[in-house]
């Protein structure tokens, strides 16, 4: 493969790349800002039919630059290849899909969520990709589906898609034959390190400068779009982290803040009065575990959250950790302190309340725990209203699309992609 680096500003006024740019500045400070961190090059290589990325390369096929002149709306066709690209690499999506078993199948899963966004950009400011009007025009083998796509990320999107995914090689092109890419293999390529570089600490690097884009580019907006919002939203999923070493970093951290504390949190939440807090770890308080013990979590899924409790009781010197096992009522309360064991199963079987597993917490404890970790599909019966409790809660949910379903709490989705 020929690499060619090239300055985007050294081409003439009137090129295509530069006319193309001129329109993402123009419209997308966003993506703009990620184009100008890119290094762009030229690059000869027929698995490459128009443009790639690494994440902190832009690799554009000069055959494929020039196909795109000679069509109608070369710029906007431009345009959009520039924006569509500058997304996969904020939103690390070259790296997150080398990490999954399929990557090409994760590449489609990757186009259909890019060109969803930018759909949902040009239909806010009234147009769509596929209109002659519209800022950005998406080329025709581009793949578009806002139903299939939804607000799913990357994995979630590859994770439902069927084994031989559409590809965008062999569509035609109405206006002409804009050439599909069969057999290629997307867009999304490995990083390619330089002598002496180390893989982690370009990773790290380019994920500081997609974090910085975003900031200042919030900043310079003074409100964040729906779509930006989804996009700062996508680059904090997690990309490697199992879902149980998630929920024992929460209980981790929890554990630290628990002896930090200023002041008594629950006694301020119910009186308003400030009270001492705690001296040191011998003082750190309760952890609460509960399960939806009514029959939709599976059986390893159940295995793996005794285990996460077995390791918070074990490792991480809470003075006692509350296990409840809750369907529409608490079924099942067990205490452990360090050194005991956790059971191996629970009992359980009808429907499912929340509130329940919250009543005990404040009848047993009066509220004074440090955090409270809830396994459940996220389906209940008793709604919201009654909450939040005064102390974190983290929804470890099997839901697929949990965003927005939890009215307060963090949430973490417990299954890994």
């Not at 290589?45 to 390369?57: E, S, V, W």
């Not at 918070?312 to 608490?330: N, P, Q, R, Y």
Request: proline residues 8%.
């Amino acid at each position: 493969m020929i690499v060619r680096p090239f300055d985007v500003s050294d081409l003439p006024q009137g090129n295509l790349l530069r006319r193309a740019l001129f329109i993402v500045q123009s419209h997308w400070h966003l993506a703009y800002a990620k184009l100008l961190a890119m290094n762009w090059a030229f690059v000869e290589d027929p698995r490459i039919p128009f443009a790639a990325t690494d994440g902190r390369r832009l690799l554009l096929n000069p055959l494929g630059v020039d196909f795109v002149a000679s069509r109608p709306h070369a710029v906007k066709y431009m345009a959009f290849i520039l924006v569509h690209e500058a997304l996969h690499g904020l939103l690390d999506h070259p790296l997150r899909a080398s990490r999954l078993s399929d990557p090409a199948k994760a590449n489609v899963a990757a186009d259909y969520i890019i060109n969803a966004m930018v759909d949902q950009f040009s239909k806010e400011r009234g147009s769509r990709v596929h209109e002659e009007g519209g800022v950005f025009m998406m080329p025709p083998v581009g793949l578009l589906d806002p139903e299939l796509s939804k607000d799913y990320c990357m994995e979630e999107l590859y994770r439902i898609l069927p084994s031989d995914p559409p590809s965008p090689g062999g569509k035609k092109d109405p206006m002409g034959d804009f050439p599909g890419m069969p057999g290629a293999p997307g867009d999304l390529i490995e990083v390619e390190l330089e002598e002496g570089e180390e893989l982690e600490e370009v990773i790290r690097d380019i994920e500081a400068t997609n974090e910085r884009i975003i900031v200042q580019s919030q900043a310079l907006a003074g409100t964040t779009g729906p779509v930006d919002a989804r996009l700062s939203s996508q680059r904090h999923l997690p990309k490697e982290v199992s879902w149980v070493s998630r929920v024992q970093e929460w209980a981790r951290s929890r554990s630290e803040v628990g002896w930090l504390k200023p002041f008594h949190a629950p006694l301020f939440v119910s009186s308003g009065l400030i009270g001492a807090g705690r001296g040191g770890r011998m003082d750190i308080g309760d952890f609460v575990m509960v399960v939806d013990s009514s029959g939709s979590i599976n059986d390893s899924t159940w295995d793996e959250f005794l285990s996460i409790t077995q390791f918070i009781v074990d490792e991480l010197g809470f003075k006692t950790v509350h296990l409840l096992s809750v369907d529409h009522a608490v079924e099942q309360a067990v205490s452990l302190e360090p050194g005991d064991r956790v059971p191996d199963r629970m009992d359980g079987g009808g429907g499912t309340r929340f509130r329940p597993a919250f009543d005990w917490v404040r009848r047993n404890t009066g509220d004074d725990v440090e955090g409270l970790v809830y396994l459940t599909d996220g389906h209940n019966s008793d709604g919201f209203d009654w909450g939040p409790p005064p102390y974190p809660v983290l929804w470890a949910t099997t839901m697929i699309r949990p965003t927005g379903h939890f009215p307060w709490g963090e949430t973490c989705k417990a299954f890994d992609l």
